[in-house]
């Protein structure tokens, strides 16, 4: 479930980075920590306005379907959405806490995935050229 919900916060996120930024690149980081799990999809384009950035945090009807549809999904885990931004992007932040029987001592270590790649590659619209210009697998001690 938390599987699921993590992948449609990415797919919409994607979606809103490919309409809405303008930005050619987009940067995903996945940190799975002992007690939560947290997915953030960071874009370098125009951002948000303030004014309306302030209603999409209220999760007003102004915010649509999409961020409805996500936070909707992470109240249903506990989990909370977060979103900042100014002149410089967007960053949109799952944070999931993972419920105790998903705890081991295996996770104790954080893991954590980056990928920055094309945003048009990863919106599905593989624009001639477009390929992951980066990706890592690392380990916190």
């Given at each position: 479930?938390?599987?699921?919900?993590?992948?449609?916060?990415?797919?919409?996120?994607?979606?809103?980075?490919?309409?809405?930024?303008?930005?050619?690149?987009?940067?995903?980081?996945?940190?799975?920590?002992?007690?939560?799990?947290?997915?953030?999809?960071?874009?370098?384009?125009?951002?948000?306005?303030?004014e309306l950035l302030n209603r999409l945090r209220e999760a007003?009807?102004?915010?649509?379907?999409?961020?409805?549809?996500?936070?909707?999904?992470?109240?249903?885990?506990?989990?909370?959405?977060?979103?900042?931004?100014?002149?410089?992007?967007?960053?949109?932040?799952?944070?999931?806490?993972?419920?105790?029987?998903?705890?081991?001592?295996?996770?104790?270590?954080?893991?954590?995935?980056?990928?920055?790649?094309?945003?048009?590659?990863?919106?599905?619209?593989?624009?001639?050229?477009?390929?992951?210009?980066?990706?890592?697998?690392?380990?916190?001690?």
């Amino acid at each position: 479930m938390i599987e699921t919900a993590l992948f449609r916060v990415l797919q919409e996120s994607l979606t809103k980075v490919h309409r809405h930024s303008g930005a050619l690149e987009v940067s995903i980081r996945f940190q799975y920590q002992a007690e939560t799990v947290m997915l953030e999809i960071r874009d370098c384009g125009r951002g948000i306005p303030t004014e309306l950035l302030n209603r999409l945090r209220e999760a007003s009807p102004e915010a649509g379907v999409g961020l409805a549809g996500m936070r909707e999904r992470l109240n249903e885990l506990n989990g909370k959405l977060e979103i900042e931004s100014d002149g410089h992007g967007t960053s949109m932040r799952a944070i999931v806490p993972l419920p105790a029987t998903a705890r081991s001592a295996e996770t104790r270590n954080c893991r954590r995935f980056v990928l920055s790649a094309h945003a048009g590659l990863l919106a599905g619209n593989f624009a001639k050229g477009a390929s992951v210009s980066h990706s890592e697998q690392l380990a916190s001690r």
